[in-house]
DNA sequence: CGGTAGTTTAATAGGTCTATTAAATAGGTG
DNA sequence: CACCTATTTAATAGACCTATTAAACTACCG
């Protein structure tokens, strides 16, 4: 088979699978419908997975990963002071979000209204980069002690800035259908929001 | 028939479709099971409300309003400068979302997986206080050329706020699955993070 | 060329869901 | 009581969904 331009029916299915969950969530998407789109046999999809939750546990333990872990994926610029390390994770939590916009909604979803079929991944999370938490918590707390920053934790500025982050992509299909947002606002908006996060956590944690 | 003690089976559809819907979605809640939750037959539902999509507009129409109205309702404290208006708004929308900790999910879920169905009730929401947010803005701006807040928009502000209040109430459920947490360190959270929210927002609106 | 393992399909069981229909029941009014 | 309207139920049509099974197809290997 020439695996270079034909795919496997496995990847295909995993592909299809993976956008359409994005797209519509795990109920609203059925086997059927992901054969259809791949053009195969409903059957095969459940030879391929057993199940849909096998399916879904497959494409979204890696999603997960993605989306918890890659907060201090890149705390370890060593050399920048914590407002600038600070400013850097923002932004690269926002580029992240960006590229993957339907995936806050889906892990929530997800969460909230199957938490027993979704917690089976939850030991798989656990590897959060304590030590990275460690060190940049030092920082932190140096200097808050310096009389840099203001008293606050940093369990507190991560909550605000994934708080601030993700609404964003939660409320752009919203703001789609209500205020009806052409393609350029949008672009504009995310641009622009991207900006604000940034200087309204930095300009908040001032003394 | 006693109306004091005995509802409607109206009513009683009514407020156990709410509950249902707000627990588990739209998709997940089917006219059978609020049906067996009421004690009735399931062809009542349909008597009283005919579909299901009516059943859930009729609920909703009003959770929608009381979602979006809620944040200009009560900018009308004249006396009061603009960041202790702001601060009241801050408070006062958090609290409504505690009260409905539920909502956003659902609203937002239903926004982004059946645009259709939801743009209908799109139109009953265009009634935002338009002068509140004129005099708010105007107030806003005076306080910006005055030199007392740094450069921003009302719209940054309340989207700033609105992220920071829904998201808390978003992540709560994951936070209690992963992290396990127990209902006091819950509602410490929530009163933690209330005062917060207001110490982030007023803060990074300095000069 | 025959066999064999892996892949794909057709068919279907068994379940649930929404919505409708016709029949049963209740409660009030003349 | 007889009637009438509104409520409630039982039964079911029709659609779709997940998962399984057995049969067909494909390609490779000896």
Same mark, same amino acid.
């Given at each position: 088979?020439?695996? %270079?331009?034909?795919?496997?029916?496995?990847?295909?299915?995993?592909?299809?699978? /993976?956008?359409?969950?994005?797209?519509? +969530?795990?109920?609203?998407?059925?086997?059927?419908?992901?054969?259809? /789109?791949?053009?195969? %046999?409903?059957?095969?999809?459940?030879?391929?997975?057993?199940?849909?939750?096998?399916?879904?546990?497959? &494409?979204?333990?890696?999603?997960?990963?993605?989306?918890?872990?890659?907060?201090?994926?890149? +705390? %370890?610029?060593?050399? !920048? *002071?914590?407002?600038?390390?600070?400013?850097?994770?923002?932004?690269?939590? $926002?580029?992240?979000?960006?590229?993957?916009?339907?995936?806050?909604?889906?892990?929530? *979803?997800?969460?909230?209204?199957?938490?027993?079929?979704?917690?089976?991944?939850?030991?798989?999370?656990?590897?959060?980069?304590?030590?990275? $938490?460690?060190?940049?918590?030092?920082? !932190?707390?140096?200097?808050?002690? =310096?009389?840099? #920053?203001?008293?606050?934790? !940093? =369990?507190?500025?991560?909550?605000?800035?994934?708080?601030?982050?993700?609404?964003?992509?939660? $409320? &752009?299909?919203?703001?789609?259908? #209500?205020?009806? !947002?052409?393609?350029?606002?949008?672009?504009?908006?995310?641009?622009?929001?991207? /900006?604000?996060?940034?200087?309204? &956590?930095?300009?908040?944690?001032?003394?």
């Amino acid at each position: 088979m020439d695996v %270079n331009t034909e795919q496997s029916m496995e990847q295909s299915i995993l592909e299809t699978a /993976e956008r359409l969950f994005l797209e519509k +969530g795990f109920v609203l998407t059925s086997t059927t419908e992901i054969a259809k /789109e791949v053009g195969c %046999n409903q059957a095969l999809v459940h030879y391929y997975f057993r199940t849909k939750d096998n399916l879904f546990n497959t &494409i979204f333990e890696q999603k997960f990963k993605l989306f918890f872990q890659h907060i201090f994926d890149l +705390g %370890n610029l060593d050399e !920048l *002071s914590f407002t600038d390390k600070l400013k850097h994770i923002i932004e690269s939590h $926002f580029d992240m979000l960006n590229a993957n916009p339907k995936l806050p909604l889906l892990i929530i *979803s997800e969460f909230s209204r199957r938490p027993e079929q979704v917690g089976i991944l939850k030991e798989k999370l656990q590897t959060v980069p304590q030590k990275l $938490f460690e060190k940049l918590n030092a920082q !932190l707390n140096a200097e808050i002690s =310096a009389g840099k #920053i203001r008293q606050t934790t !940093l =369990a507190d500025l991560i909550l605000t800035m994934v708080s601030l982050n993700v609404s964003l992509f939660l $409320f &752009i299909p919203i703001a789609g259908e #209500i205020a009806s !947002l052409n393609e350029a606002q949008r672009q504009f908006m995310i641009v622009h929001r991207r /900006e604000e996060h940034v200087n309204v &956590i930095l300009n908040s944690i001032r003394p």
